[in-house]
């Protein structure tokens, strides 16, 4: 059983920082992709930024320049730097890892960018 701990998330005021971390209790994230997802209120969940195992990154073109998504693999975490939050950054983000045609996912932690 995979599983994944997200945290990181709460309250911010635009133009504000916050930096999201996804831990694992073994050592998958250094063979799989692992992206982050994220779903705001009636819109569908869209991914956000992923890491391959061999440290390539891409991103969603509205955050880009903004979130920065990085790998430690001694603590088993995959991190997404979330700078110069705006309100439309708003929803529930996740990570996601798939293993064998199978998806695990977190269970979300909410960001709010409101003044």
């Known amino acids: 059983q995979v599983q994944l701990v997200e945290s990181g998330g709460g309250l911010v005021q635009p133009g504000g920082s916050l930096r999201l971390s996804c831990a694992n209790s073994?050592?998958?994230?250094?063979?799989?992709?692992v992206g982050w997802y994220r779903q705001a209120p009636g819109k569908q969940r869209e991914l956000v930024a992923y890491?391959?195992?061999?440290?390539?990154?891409n991103y969603l073109d509205s955050v880009k320049g903004r979130f920065a998504i990085s790998r430690d693999n001694a603590k088993n975490t995959v991190y997404l730097q979330m700078n110069s939050l705006k309100p439309a950054d708003t929803a529930v983000y996740y990570c996601?890892?798939?293993?064998?045609?199978?998806?695990?996912w977190g269970q979300g932690t909410q960001v709010t960018v409101s003044s």
């Open positions: 996601n890892v798939n293993l064998a045609g199978y998806d695990y």
């Open positions: 073994g050592s998958i994230f250094r063979h799989y992709v």
């Open positions: 890491i391959t195992s061999g440290g390539s990154t």
